[in-house]
């Protein structure tokens, strides 16, 4: 008979292996998130005892040992917020979250914690420490005077409310845009509406509307239904309808209790506030102090200087797609809904294949023995299926080995959209490499994606068998790039939890291992190896590849004005806007949207076009002031591959090790830039960027 007094009855209290997410309930969540903090907040008080010495061992050790857990636990919680974001879960998570910002800011004020902390750098231990160790105490100096240690007494209740405040705003900003997205749906029943879709969007749509009960075929904003139907629909009122749906997603033009409009004048409010408060002249000044970029200024010179190369192609691209479209299509109008569509016409044109062709080769049991084959020639690992307890049935474990068969890391590859499921792909953390003791415990790590799962059987009966999930090169490429976040995660030899894996490195560097992996989506014997037509089972054609390597830059000016209208929106939002004086003027941070695309953008969205409603990198992520760290990361990622490209082999064994070495496995334990230099032998140059980019004129 199980104890219920026991810990262990709890699945969140039980840190002996992996999460229970077999047993794990929205219930258990209030008392063990409330007897963590009960622990965490002992702890702290016993650390910060006058008659605890200031010493790594006897308090920065303890300190990271005990906090682990609480996070630990916490992690799980907010994981499955994200992946099974049911009624119930969402409760519990936001019934908890109030309390555990309201501790993390108590922690980060803690003046008795933070001289400890100064005292340990400030003695002649410091010198004797690990390189790590030295590291984690200067960023945990940093972390405190960033968390308002410093502030007088009266001002910290002001700062720690802010703090909590923010929290709920970004999880109520996430949900929102999550039931905005579930609650649009375009039903179809004139099939003449669904001329030009592939055979397997048709019938995803098809399933989903029977699911629903409705006749015709249902399409909604999730990315595996709308994507294709901007790209292949020949029906321009169904683009149009799902176009407008997601561009007006969580804005004043549907249910007013799902606008983000209020919330995100509310945080840029909320941020100000606590820069101000800390000193700082406004919130980027605040996100930077952590990171690689030594300014604001630096990093909007970087922006407007890539701006500045990337928009002469841009131009050229647009005038080639307007002039195709009005001679080929007949769209002399060509509107934001028609963009997607007369580029895949154009690229079927111009390079004689289409994305949907391409789509076919790509099996999900290929892709992924393709990707393992990669990590597994770079880093002399084996990748192997694994077993755990899931959060629900789509979900897979694996786990990464020493040729030797010595555990190095397990994951989780949760690849297909639900509807509970927020958008986008990411990489998070589950249990963090560190070592305690003679215990050394391994890192795993969550991959996230929202694919399209498998659709129809094989033969066409209903109880035949199933067909594979076809990805398209993007979602390949996506899948690399989360991987990337993984192995960053998973193969770090670092011990100390401040900085081991993704701790401690600089958020405009945590982009690097992730865009450096989307490289080999682009190498002919990676490709040829994890393709197999979904009917025929044949390899990718040489010929059929080479095109899609022409077409490898097909408007890469375009995409890359987008991302930099989206950092220059980003940083000027958290820097030129006060969101209290600009406001009272009748200034909104459409205002400052719509001047960056004058700017840099070579076509305008409608006036109705609300972007910034669903822009959760920065609203509800960790990306504020830091979207700009995709294309800062992204220099030093095509650096990076550079030195594979000079060996003249994308599995140089000598330089594939370095890398892991200098990169990947020395974690947050030294600057990124350092990391850098030390496997480059020099500072990043923007050359290899452009190159890769094909923005460079013949």
């Known amino acids: 008979m199980t104890d219920t007094n026991s810990p262990l009855a709890n699945p969140l209290l039980d840190f002996s292996g992996l999460p229970r997410f077999d047993t794990v309930t929205p219930g258990d969540v209030q008392p063990a998130i409330g007897e963590l903090l009960t622990r965490a907040r002992t702890l702290v008080e016993r650390l910060t005892d006058p008659a605890t010495e200031a010493r790594w061992a ?20 907010g994981h499955l917020h994200s992946v099974n974001d049911v009624p119930e879960w969402r409760e519990a998570y936001n019934a908890m979250l109030p309390e555990v910002s309201r501790f993390f800011a108590e922690l980060g004020q803690n003046l008795a914690l933070f001289a400890k902390y100064k005292a340990i750098r400030d003695s002649a231990e410091f010198a ?27 001002d910290k209740p002001r700062f720690q409310a802010i703090q909590e405040e923010l929290a709920s705003l970004a999880a109520k900003f996430s949900e929102n845009v999550l039931d905005a997205t579930n609650a649009f749906a375009e039903i179809i029943t004139d099939p003449a509406e669904i001329a030009g879709l592939p055979a397997d969007v048709v019938e995803a749509a098809r399933a989903a509307a ?49 606008d983000n409009t209020p919330l995100i004048r509310r945080i840029l409010e909320l941020r100000r506030e606590a820069a101000r408060m800390l000193g700082f002249g406004d919130y980027a000044e605040v996100s930077l102090a952590a990171k690689m970029a030594e300014s604001t200024a630096q990093v909007e010179t970087f922006l407007r200087d890539l701006a500045g190369k990337a928009k002469p192609f841009a131009e050229r691209d647009l005038v080639a797609l307007k002039e195709f479209a009005a001679q080929e299509l007949g769209l002399t109008d060509i509107e934001p809904w028609d963009l997607a569509y007369a580029s895949e016409k154009l690229r079927e044109q111009r390079y004689s294949f289409s994305e949907q062709e391409v789509k076919e080769y790509f099996t999900e049991p290929k892709v992924l023995a393709g990707l393992f084959g990669v990590i597994e020639n770079l880093f002399s690992v084996r990748v192997l299926p694994d077993s755990a307890p899931v959060w629900h049935e789509d979900v897979r474990f694996y786990r990464i080995e020493t040729p030797a068969g ?87 030899r670092v011990e100390e939890l401040g900085v081991s894996g993704i701790h401690g490195v600089e958020w405009d560097a945590v982009e690097l291992p992730s865009q ?183």
């Open 128 to 154: 004797g420490l690990s390189e790590a160790q030295q590291r984690i105490v200067d960023n945990e100096i940093r972390d405190f005077r960033l968390s308002g240690a410093e502030l007088p007494e009266a």
């Open 516 to 698: 450096f992996m989307e490289n080999y989506c682009w190498e002919w014997h990676v490709v040829r190896g994890m393709s197999a037509h979904i009917d025929t089972g044949e390899a990718l054609p040489r010929a059929l590849f080479e095109r899609m390597l022409a077409a490898k830059n097909f408007q890469s000016g375009l995409q890359a004005v987008r991302q930099l209208e989206f950092s220059l929106f980003d940083l000027l939002l958290h820097s030129a806007y006060d969101p209290v004086a600009d406001a009272a003027a009748g200034r909104t941070p459409l205002d400052v949207l719509a001047d960056i695309r004058r700017e840099v953008a070579v076509l305008l969205p409608p006036p109705w076009q609300r972007f910034p409603n669903s822009f959760s990198h920065i609203f509800a992520g960790g990306y504020a002031a830091g979207y700009y760290s995709y294309k800062w990361a992204e220099v030093l990622s095509a650096d990076c591959y550079a030195a594979f490209e000079e060996a003249g082999d994308p599995f140089d064994a000598a330089t594939g090790s370095r890398f892991l070495d200098e990169i990947l496995s020395v974690g947050g334990s030294r600057p990124a830039l350092d990391s850098f230099r030390a496997f480059r032998g020099r500072d990043p140059a923007v050359e290899a960027l452009l190159r890769h980019s094909g923005m460079v004129e013949n």
């Open 58 to 77: 006897t308090f920065a050790a303890p300190l990271a040992d005990g906090i682990e857990e609480f996070s630990r636990a916490w992690g799980v919680v």
């Open 210 to 258: 029977e699911k629903a009960g409705v006749e015709g075929w249902k399409f909604t904003l999730h990315m595996p239904s709308y994507l294709p139907v901007l790209q292949y629909a020949d029906s321009r009122r169904l683009r149009a309808a799902l176009y407008r749906g997601h561009a007006t997603r969580a804005s004043e033009f549907g249910p007013a209790e799902l």
């Open 406 to 492: 010595a555990l190095v890391g397990q994951f989780y590859l949760d690849l297909y959209a639900r509807e509970t499921k927020r958008g986008g792909a990411w990489m998070d953390e589950a249990i963090t490499r560190r070592r305690v003791g003679d215990y050394l415990q391994t890192p795993v790590a969550y991959l996230n994606c929202n694919f399209p799962r498998p659709v129809g059987t094989v033969d066409g009966k209903a109880d035949g068998q199933p067909r594979p999930a076809t990805f398209s090169h993007d979602d390949v490429i996506t899948l690399f790039h989360e991987t990337g976040h993984g192995l960053h995660h998973l193969l770090t």
